[in-house]
């Protein structure tokens, strides 16, 4: 970026600066007539100067231009204007006093919105270019930037700088030009008063500049304390297991206390300089009128300054502090903007950025990465400055398989970052037959090679979307959109330095893999993640996901047909027992009882758990059925058990599970429910009555078993069903998706559309039957692949933490295989499995890798007998070995159709 933030805007936006900075001149002649306009109303129509000869009219909207003498004198007559009586003057005068000041207004309008305009693109190309630096930055650049000070920079920090773009030009212009016209205006009436305001406004631009240079450096450091709050605050958020384990709560309460008092400290001295300089800024504000009614006011009493042109002055004076107070405020808001975007510059280093990224590399330089790989004279410095490898070499025909043997050392991992290009830190010279390593285009290297490190990077979606993540590298294609959007939506991207490219295009290279669309790609990643060892968990997170019935038509088809089958498959197997299936004219004792009245699945958050007892339609709906104090006292009952179950038991006890109406911290509101009705008190409150209602909403029967359903109520709930359902559709809620026997349920998970039905809580292992159960029935229908790809959409949280390790390193060695590099590194990326798993996955990725390069960072060289190549690292040397083997190895066996009947459904 620009070291200079005027040279940054001036360069990008010197086009829009210019047309906003004309307009402004061009408003000023319409400011100038209407500063003169209250002087010709005074003078001429209020006191009669244009009637002073015994004219009975006086001529209105008269233009003309006196030349100067040494252009040869005269008039110059544009228009002789209106005859009109002293009131009409009046009247004609005020009026068109009143158009100047909406022209004016309109001016301001324009050029404000404008200039917010103007600021908000500069602040997207900032943001975009700050980002696109931050795709930049080198390996090791990234370990010493704390990622949290980065978000927040781009996020809040350039968020003032991107303010003043759209002043930093328009502003001095607007503002200054006003303020010069203003001052123009009070010396033509009177030479004295319009000395005395510019001495005071010297002193203004001399004294208060001045005293603000201390809330720069104040504004300086404030931003670098709080700049570096956030960053504490992430290490302790992405740390937090070790605060639990250390039972250092005090600690980091106390540090994070103590940033807070440093930061408070610096912002009060802020605060005492700022109001001191503002309340210093006003006063000399109002002191230039104290001059102009004392000595204007002598003037006009001896007579050498009229009345009107004194309320002209004293009017235009009134026109003059705001720009002089904002002009002030803007030279404020430069020094500090400047600060902050030499703090944005320093952040954003040359030496932390690699090469620009280019967006199209020449196709001569999109070859195999195939041919001899030779090191020469390779120095690798550790993080002491000790060299941990000193003028290695090798060489090896790739493609082949390699094996990194550490022996405990650092020289394996740190070879396999740089040829995988996740480092730069090293001398000497890497090439592939002729091209040097180091000199490869950065979207040669994304396509070509692939690095599995130790410690996985997910990113915030599904399990598909990090699966593909390396098969998105450019657009390839062009998918229906809005002309006018699209238009519009380029347009914009061009004037700011932005992609014209939409995340709705296609980005997913089908024709790399060989596949025709989405649906043999999700085939391709089904088979990988199965050959990883992850099958029966993505099947198990399809049973847990939802079905788009738009986008999974065939399965949503056959899912009826499905339960249907499964629900013989109980009957004739005697397992009928084990599932007690939804039944619109039956009350289902395992579900609750507020799934029970709905009869379907909450889609908004107020028909969800506690809230459906506060919802107004529901509560309207079991009002009609006579059954809220039916609930209500219910809820008494239950509050009254579960109180004296849990009299002294902790916070973590078992049964607060088992009972989870009521949580450990809830308790003593119940009981003082219970005290209050205790002693008579009377009706209870509304409160306390939707706190009651919500504990029977939770209540199951076949679970709880505390004897509180019998035959009459289980039969009013039934006939509620209805009334409810009613009065939902009567009002147009579209907060819940009702059950039907003859369709899916698209906001229940697939489990539940499949057995339509909740597992018994009184059959000994009944979910374990179920679950084979179901998953025979999905075999035979040959459904598992369509449940499997519903699995791929399953979310995995931030950083993949809704994912166990094993599965975390599944999706990133998956995320690897799928793009069918020319090199794969591999860099612990089987730690989180056992040896066993891990020998397995060894002898998978060298099947897979047999006409492709497979570099392994290995502890020992126990495995690495199947590898082609090992590299050992002794005394700063490498040394390479070729396996004694040198037959073909052996085909991999096909697997046996997988058994998918672990897991749990319910």
């Known amino acids: 970026m620009e070291k200079s933030l005027f040279r940054y805007i001036w360069t990008h936006s010197k086009r829009d600066q210019m047309i906003i900075c004309a307009v402004v001149l061009a408003s000023l002649p319409f400011y100038f007539m209407s500063l003169d306009l209250p002087r010709q109303i005074v003078n001429k129509a209020i006191q009669g100067e244009a009637f002073r000869d015994g004219n009975p009219t006086a001529p209105l909207l008269h233009l003309a231009f006196d030349w100067p003498s040494w252009l040869g004198g005269g008039t110059w007559e544009i228009f002789e204007g209106f005859q009109v009586s002293r009131v009409g003057l009046l009247m004609g005068l005020s009026f068109v006093f009143l158009f100047f000041v909406i022209v004016n207004g309109a001016f301001k309008y324009w050029i404000n919105v404008s200039k917010g305009v103007l600021g908000e693109r500069m ?39 991107g303010g003043f773009i759209g002043d930093a030009f328009i502003t001095p212009v607007f503002l200054g030009t006003q303020a010069i016209t203003a001052l123009v205006f009070i010396m033509v009436q009177n030479v004295w008063l319009g000395m005395i305001a510019l001495a005071v406004i010297a002193v203004q631009f001399t004294i208060i500049p001045r005293l603000r240079r201390e809330l720069l450096r104040l504004g300086k450091q404030r931003q670098l304390a709080s700049r570096q709050l956030a960053g504490r605050i992430a290490e302790v958020l992405d740390g937090i297991e070790v605060v639990h384990v250390h039972n250092a709560y005090g600690w980091e309460r106390a540090e994070i206390g103590h940033r807070l008092f440093n930061l408070f400290t610096i912002r009060l001295k802020i605060y005492n300089r700022k109001f001191f300089v503002k ?20 003037f006009a009493l001896r007579g050498t300054l009229d009345i009107g042109q004194l309320v002209a002055v004293i009017a235009a004076y009134r026109e003059l502090p705001p720009p002089l107070k904002e002009l002030i405020d803007w030279d404020q808001q430069r020094l500090d903007v400047q600060v902050k975007y030499d703090q944005v510059t320093q952040h954003f280093a040359e030496d932390r950025l690699g090469p620009l990224l280019e967006t199209r590399e020449p196709e001569e330089a999109d070859k195999p990465l195939v041919g001899p790989l030779v090191g020469e004279d390779i120095r690798v410095a550790g993080p002491h400055g000790d060299l941990i490898i000193e003028g290695g ?48 285009p950065i979207p040669v290297t994304g396509r070509r090679i ?38 519009r939506r380029i347009a914009e991207a061009l004037r700011t330095g932005n992609p014209i490219e939409s995340i709705s295009d296609q980005w997913v290279d089908y024709e790399r893999l060989g596949v025709r669309d989405e649906n043999e790609l999700d085939r391709i990643l089904l088979d990988l993640l199965d050959r990883v060892g992850m099958g029966d968990t993505i099947y198990l997170f399809g049973l847990a996901g939802r079905i788009d019935p738009e986008r999974h038509t065939s399965l949503a088809e056959r899912l009826v047909e499905a339960r249907h089958r499964l629900r013989d498959t109980f009957q004739s197997n005697g397992m ?24 379907g699945v909450p889609i ?28 209500v006292q219910m809820g008494l009952q239950i509050a009254e058990t579960m109180t004296e179950i849990f009299e002294g038991l ?39 009555r939707t706190r009651l209602l919500s504990l029977p909403l939770a209540y199951i029967e076949a679970r709880h078993r505390l004897g509180l359903l019998d035959e009459a109520m289980t039969g009013r709930i039934v006939e509620a069903r209805g009334l409810i359902r009613e009065v939902l559709e009567k009002a147009g809620s579209a907060g819940v998706e009702f ?5 899916i349920c698209a906001a229940a998970p697939l489990r539940d559309n499949l057995l339509f039905g909740r597992v018994s809580y009184q059959v000994a292992n009944a979910r374990a039957r179920v679950a084979e159960a179901v998953a025979a029935v999905v075999r035979e229908l040959d459904l598992q692949e369509e449940v499997e790809r519903i699995g791929l959409d399953y979310q995995v949280g931030t950083a993949g933490r809704l994912l166990s390790p094993q599965e975390r390193a599944s999706v990133n060695l998956v995320r690897c295989l799928v793009k069918r590099p020319d090199i794969l590194v591999i860099d612990g990326a089987l730690a989180p499995f056992d040896e066993a798993r891990s020998q397995q996955l060894i002898q998978l990725l060298l099947d897979l890798f047999d006409q492709q390069s497979l570099f392994m960072v290995l502890p020992n060289d126990r495995q690495a007998d199947a590898f082609d190549v090992q590299m050992r690292f002794r005394d700063g040397q490498i040394i390479t070995n070729e396996t004694a083997a040198s037959a073909p190895r052996p085909s991999r066996p096909e697997p046996k159709a997988p058994q998918r009947i672990a897991g749990e459904v319910a």
């Open 123 to 161: 602040l997207r190309r900032m943001r975009f270019d700050l980002f696109a630096m931050v795709l930049r930055f080198t390996p090791d650049a990234v370990r010493t930037v704390k990622s949290s000070e980065t978000a927040t920079i781009i996020k809040d920090e350039v968020e003032p700088i």
């Open 279 to 298: 309340t210093l800024n006003n006063f000399l504000a109002q002191l230039t009128p104290f001059f102009f009614y004392s000595i204007g006011g002598y």
């Open 393 to 440: 070499r090798f060489a090896v025909e790739l493609p082949t398989s390699i094996a990194l043997i550490s022996n405990g050392g650092a020289a394996a991992s740190l070879l396999a970052r740089i040829l995988a290009r996740r480092s730069l830190e090293f001398s000497g010279r890497i090439r592939i037959g002729e091209r040097d390593l180091t000199q490869l």
């Open 450 to 487: 692939a690095y599995a490190g130790v410690d996985p990077i997910l990113f915030p979606g599904s399990i598909r979307d990090n699966l593909v993540y390396g098969l998105r590298s450019k657009p390839l294609g062009r998918l229906k959109e809005d002309r006018q959007e699209m238009d």
């Open 576 to 599: 009928a027992d084990l599932v007690e299936p939804f039944d619109p004219a039956r009350y289902n004792s395992q579900a609750t009882i507020a799934e029970n009245l709905l009869f």
């Open 604 to 631: 908004s958050d107020e028909f969800r758990g506690r809230n459906l007892a506060d919802n107004a339609l529901f509560r309207s709906a079991i009002d009609r059925a006579d059954m809220t104090d039916d609930l």
């Open 650 to 688: 902790p916070p973590g006890h078992s049964l607060f599970e088992q009972f989870s109406f009521i949580g450990a911290d809830e308790l003593t509101e119940f009981e003082a429910i219970l005290r209050r009705r205790g002693r008579g008190e009377g009706t209870l409150k509304r409160e306390d």
């Open 739 to 743: 059950y039907d026997p003859e369709w």
